[in-house]
């Protein structure tokens, strides 16, 4: 049975931990839930939004409407063929947690995206990545729940229209569906090639002498790189990376590194150059830089952070000021990951 609650805090469903009330909010744990839910009079009657872990949104204002928190669970798995297994994951669950079950499983393919905050839902929306993986490269499908018909529908991998931090679910079908589940081809060991383009990687498995590395081992390091850059959400509120690197043509660049011969990039296949905002923010001068109980993380200049007295509109308004800043160094406009609300 659906159960209400009215004049909901939200602190707790944001991992900046910001102070923001619903008018509704509902938790929905299996597909049937949703769509039952659709046919409710507190559906119907209020505009609504879709939270999955709170990971990668900013809330600027009191939410006048129903919210719904993805809580759909559950793991299958269903075995391709004698190279590959493709794992069915609820699009409620925890993603990193996710990701350890597909370790234990002695499965690769997404070890490289160990530690990313938020739910297995919320993740080919944003097509997240790190160090050289993408989601898109190991996703097998997904089920979709139409807002408006309730039907669940079946996306494959060219319906989704992935590209960087991009998906058809940022874009076109933006707020028309809740992903209730994400499939996933991985690789049985023999099979699996390890993606260690990013030297990062490579320096931390040489430190611990490991010169054959197993999935594990790539999952430890990634874990515990991101550990030493990145605040825990728990103890500093933060969406983890809060702009996108942003992505240059060849010309753009050379009139760049000329300028700075320092410039950390990154070539794409298709002869674009990514560029590190992280980096490009820290030589604005931004890097542990505060005001009115926000900032920008003293590590890690790409996360913007939640002191415990700051709100979302003060994150707002540090971001414009990044972005102004960045633009007039550089030329270079940067985007947000995260999504206000």
Request: glycine share 10%; with cysteine.
């Given at each position: ?187 049985m060991p023999s099979f699996h090639k390890l993606n260690l383009d990013y030297g990062i990687i490579k320096n931390v ?137």
């Amino acid at each position: 049975m659906l159960k209400f609650l009215k004049s909901k805090s939200l602190s707790s469903y944001n991992t900046f931990g910001f102070e923001a009330k619903a008018d509704l909010l509902v938790e929905i744990t299996t597909a049937e839930e949703f769509q039952e839910l659709l046919q409710t009079p507190e559906w119907k009657e209020h505009q609504h939004v879709i939270l999955g872990g709170g990971s990668n949104i900013l809330l600027t204002d009191d939410f006048h409407g129903l919210v719904v928190v993805n809580r759909i669970t559950g793991i299958e798995t269903d075995k391709e063929d004698h190279k590959s297994v493709v794992v069915k994951c609820g699009g409620g669950e925890n993603w990193h947690q996710f990701v350890l079950y597909t370790l234990q499983q002695n499965l690769g393919g997404l070890e490289n995206l160990s530690l990313i905050p938020g739910t297995v839902g919320a993740a080919p929306m944003q097509n997240i990545g790190a160090y050289g993986v993408e989601i898109k490269d190991s996703f097998h499908s997904l089920e979709a729940i139409n807002l408006k018909t309730g039907k669940l529908e079946i996306f494959m991998p060219e319906e989704c229209k992935f590209g960087y931090r991009e998906s058809i679910f940022k874009h076109e079908l933006k707020g028309q569906y809740l992903i209730a589940s994400v499939s996933f081809q991985l690789e049985m060991p023999s099979f699996h090639k390890l993606n260690l383009d990013y030297g990062i990687i490579k320096n931390v498995l040489a430190e611990k002498n490991i010169d054959k590395p197993t999935i594990q081992d790539v999952s430890e390091a990634v874990i515990e790189i991101r550990q030493s850059k990145l605040p825990d959400p728990a103890k500093i509120g933060n969406s983890g990376s809060f702009f996108k690197n942003p992505i240059i043509e060849v010309s753009q660049f050379e009139k760049l590194k000329s300028e700075f011969p320092e410039i950390p990039f990154y070539e794409l296949e298709d002869g674009r150059i990514k560029l590190a905002a992280g980096w490009l923010i820290e030589k604005a001068g931004w890097k542990g830089y505060e005001e009115n109980g926000v900032g920008v993380h003293h590590k890690q200049a790409l996360v913007l952070v939640n002191y415990g007295k700051g709100r979302g509109e003060d994150i707002l308004n540090l971001a414009k000021k990044i972005q102004d800043s960045v633009q007039s160094k550089f030329g270079i406009e940067l985007s947000p990951e995260v999504n206000f609300i």
